[in-house]
């Protein structure tokens, strides 16, 4: 159930836990291997978080939620006799029966050498987590590119983000992604500051 690999984890090793060596492991600390990498937290989401479907490079994710993928998925297999919804029906199928993608809670990659789109990796298809800790960077760089409203889960059970630093500007994506965060930090604030471009984000805390 917990797995600590500290400075020693790599893509290898992660791509061994994904093709479900652990499917029932509720922790995973691999803080501080710097041969982690983006690929890595794709080899440990299994099959689903490595595929690419199409030029686009689309993940199967984005098929499986998001409207845009459906179009452009629809637009590839034109005269097929396979069709979007057919494809998004199996990645559905394929997510639910991975063990881990669901057991999953808590995991812990600050200092690795990965960046936003791992980040963003996991919260697509880990669908249990609700501690997922990584550099603060990380995150500010994927709650401001999350523009996509389909591509993640509604409901991820998340409790808590590690940011300190622009969380008032960056309320609006967390209230959207993450609904279930119990725990936010604020630095540098005053409440002032909520009125220079005419908005209140404190209200999305209420």
């Not at 090793?13 to 291997?33: F, W």
């Not at 710097?34 to 993940?59: E, P, Y």
């Not at 220079?196 to 984000?201: P, Q």
């Amino acid at each position: 159930d917990l797995l600590i690999l500290p400075f020693i984890a790599d893509d290898e090793i992660l791509a061994k836990l994904g093709g479900g060596v652990c499917p029932l492991l509720e922790t995973l600390d691999i803080e501080g291997s710097w041969a982690v990498t983006n690929q890595g937290l794709s080899g440990l989401a299994g099959q689903h978080g490595g595929m690419v479907i199409g030029r686009a490079g689309w993940k199967p994710t984005h098929f499986a939620q998001c409207s845009e993928g459906q179009k452009l998925l629809g637009n590839i297999l034109k005269g097929s006799p396979v069709t979007a919804s057919q494809i998004s029906s199996l990645m559905s199928q394929q997510q639910t029966k991975q063990g881990m993608l669901k057991s999953l809670k808590q995991i812990n990659i600050k200092r690795t050498s990965t960046d936003s789109k791992g980040l963003e990796c996991l919260v697509q298809n880990f669908r249990s987590l609700t501690t997922l800790e990584a550099e603060e960077q990380t995150w500010q760089n994927f709650l401001i590119h999350s523009e996509c409203k389909d591509c993640h889960p509604s409901e991820l059970p998340l409790q808590s983000l590690n940011i300190k630093q622009n969380t008032f500007t960056l309320l609006p994506q967390i209230h959207r992604l993450f609904p279930n965060v119990e725990k936010l930090h604020f630095s540098n604030y005053t409440r002032s500051e909520a009125y220079l471009d005419g908005r209140d984000n404190m209200t999305l805390l209420a």
